[in-house]
């Protein structure tokens, strides 16, 4: 199990923050690991301080078939592929096109870097998605191997996750068999708001089989660490949220090895 989809159609649920900084905590621990900004905001991007033009994100990608030239490199062992707001003209563009629903999946398994299929190269491969369910969310569902559900600790959070499991699961019947919800992290919890803490019961108790332990707790720094350019581990190490961050990486390791055999970095690619 290697590509992770991180989905939620309701915005403002800390899903392109969970992608970053989880990706980052891996990398320190030197995994070699792939951020796809599959999301026409390009926050994932941006985050990490990259700026691209229009020819130099992922849709110029998916238009020459492989990402290799478009990769940037904001810290040792984590690659991005940026995103752009030239992809919001994608499913327009799409509407005639044969096998639209496997764009992403065949730019993944057609590419290749430093003279590597990209699955070999990387030890995981992360794509931050839009918030909505749309064919770019199809695409990304098509090309994962596991699903990963950032859910705000607030009243409406569960609002719309029945929607989002059952389209889920008409993913996985029709274009991916092999799709795992692999996941569901709880995201900007308030140790002193009791809200929080029923919200985090409800959610154990309705998805008790997929919630990650580790909740990521409600701070500023997680906030502030994007307007410069890094990602909040790097930007106040010792932060509630960053060292959250690291046991949510130990917490998703030990629970891709139950799904597959041992990891090990690819330490020996070069």
Sequence with gaps: MKIFAFINQKG??????????????????NYKVLLIDFDPQANAGSGLGIR???????????????CE?????????????????????LEVELVDFPEREYLLKNLIEKSFFNGYPLQEFFDFI??????SLSLITVNIL??????????????????????????????KKSFNPDLVLFGLVLTMYDSRNRLSHEVAEEVRNHFKWIVFNTLIPRSV?????????????????TNKASLAFLELAEEFLNRVKNYTTIIKPASSIN
């Design 142 to 171: 098509t090309a994962s191997h596991g699903i990963i559900i950032p859910l705000q600790c607030e009243y409406y959070a569960l609002e719309g996750l029945s929607l989002l499991v059952k389209t889920i699961r008409g993913i």
């Design 69 to 89: 030239r478009f990769l940037k490199n904001p810290y040792t062992n984590l690659y991005v592929l940026p995103s752009s707001i030239d992809l919001v003209g």
């Design 126 to 131: 992360f794509i931050d998605s839009p918030p």
């Design 221 to 237: 720094r997680v906030s502030e660490a994007p307007s410069f350019g890094m990602s909040v581990i790097d930007y106040e190490k």
């Design 52 to 66: 691209v033009s229009k020819n130099e994100s992922i849709y110029q990608a998916l238009i020459e078939g492989n």
């Design 12 to 29: 403002g649920v800390g899903k392109t923050t969970v992608a970053v900084n989880l990706a980052r905590a891996l990398t320190l621990k």
